[in-house]
């Protein structure tokens, strides 16, 4: 048995208003050069703008993230750094939910890497160190803040750059910034920390250091969506880390498995991928499915639907193609014998019901 030696964020600082923080957190990392600030344009008529600690010399990139994040916008980016200047930056900081921070971390990497984020696609293919960098959330459900990967769609498949350098240096985790997210959005987010939680606890590779941190993630996330309260922001931001710590030494499940090839073909965002493939998995997470859609009802959030029918055969193929690749959350979910339950036929009647 080989066990994994797993990296984590090396600083963290929680607390209401603790963004304030980041000018000082900035001035122990500024060494004559410049800092590039990418945040979610969701932001840019908002107050939020207005106190990023940006001093003469740094960047501010607007990133849109109404589609997640593509390796060919990765590398737009990073060209329009290197434009900027001939000297490398200090610092890259993410400011955003899931994909902004995954868009700081991939352009973190691709600065000192060559090639294009296509090429690392994958597990540990990066070679070089990556530029110190900060994750900022302001949604919370992803664990993007704590994992070591960076979930991007390439023009082949939807994978993440997986690697040790791929983690935060530090990460600001302030409540009063996921203050203003709507309804629908915090739910479909809180509910990918809630799916982590299922999917980790109820798999094979459940350990006590997941199960730790899941357990105490799920019973967060069921504060906050059932029983709502003035610290509903802090207990959903250290559910979303908690949850990210869970799945970093287990694996997540069918759940995620299905929402993969969903994203990739529909281009549903993560969050709501799985919210829609969850509600239909009661027969992997009885349990999880009943809690989520009490959730869901005392939230008063919806679900599209019929999203799958009448869908083209070979974008079918194509989405249980980008499911199956997925082996670990399989065998995870399934057991080592999973390749004997889970077949083509019987995806795609999953896929079907959506
Ligand atoms: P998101 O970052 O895609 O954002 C969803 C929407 O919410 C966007 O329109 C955004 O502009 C908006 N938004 C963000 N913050 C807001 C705020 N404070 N107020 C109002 N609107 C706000 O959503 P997400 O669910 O956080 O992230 C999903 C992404 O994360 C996907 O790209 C997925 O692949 C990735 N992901 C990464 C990991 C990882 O470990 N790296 C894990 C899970 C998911
Ligand atoms: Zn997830």
């Known amino acids: 048995m080989k066990f994994r030696n797993f990296k984590v964020v090396s600083q963290v600082i929680f607390g209401r208003g603790c963004f304030n923080q980041l000018d000082e ?78 868009l700081a971390k991939a352009v973190s990497l691709m600065l000192t890497n060559p090639g294009s984020a296509t090429d690392y696609q994958g597990w540990d293919l990066i070679q070089n160190p990556a530029i110190y960098h900060i994750g900022i959330p302001t949604l919370s459900g992803t664990g993007a803040e704590v994992s070591r990967t960076t979930v991007l769609t390439g023009p082949e498949k939807k994978l993440g750059i997986n690697s040790d350098y791929t983690v935060f240096d530090q990460i600001v985790l302030d409540p009063e ?110 349990d999880g499915v009943k809690e989520f859609r009490r959730m869901m009802a005392k939230q008063g959030v919806s679900l599209p639907r019929n999203l799958v029918s009448g869908m083209e055969n070979h974008k079918m193929e194509k989405m249980i193609d980008v499911a199956l690749v997925l082996e670990p959350l399989w065998e995870n979910a399934l057991g080592k014998d999973w390749k004997a339950v889970m077949t083509r036929e019987r995806i795609r009647e999953l896929y079907l019901r959506m």
């Open 177 to 286: 910034l996921i203050a203003g997210v709507p309804t629908n959005q915090r739910f479909y987010t809180g509910m990918d920390c809630y799916i982590h939680c299922v999917e980790s606890l109820q798999g094979t590779y459940l350990n006590t250091f997941s199960q730790s941190y899941g357990e105490k993630a799920m019973a967060l996330c069921q504060d906050v969506f059932l029983r709502p309260g003035p610290d509903s922001d802090d207990k959903l931001m250290i559910a979303s880390y908690f949850g990210g710590m869970s799945i970093a030494y287990s694996q997540v499940g069918v759940c995620h498995a299905l929402s993969y090839g969903l994203s990739f073909v529909l281009g549903l965002h993560h969050g709501i991928g799985n919210c829609v493939a969850f509600d239909y998995l009661e027969e992997f997470y009885p």
């Open 25 to 102: 957190i900035l001035s122990q990392k500024r060494k004559n050069g410049f800092i590039v600030f990418l945040v979610d344009d969701v932001f840019m008529n908002h107050a939020l703008r207005h106190r990023i600690p940006r001093h003469s010399a740094d960047m501010l990139l607007w990133v849109n993230v109404t589609d997640e994040p593509k390796t060919g916008y990765v590398d737009s980016l990073v060209r329009q750094v290197k434009e900027y200047s001939e000297k490398l930056p200090d610092g890259v900081i993410g400011i955003g939910g899931g994909s902004t921070m995954d």
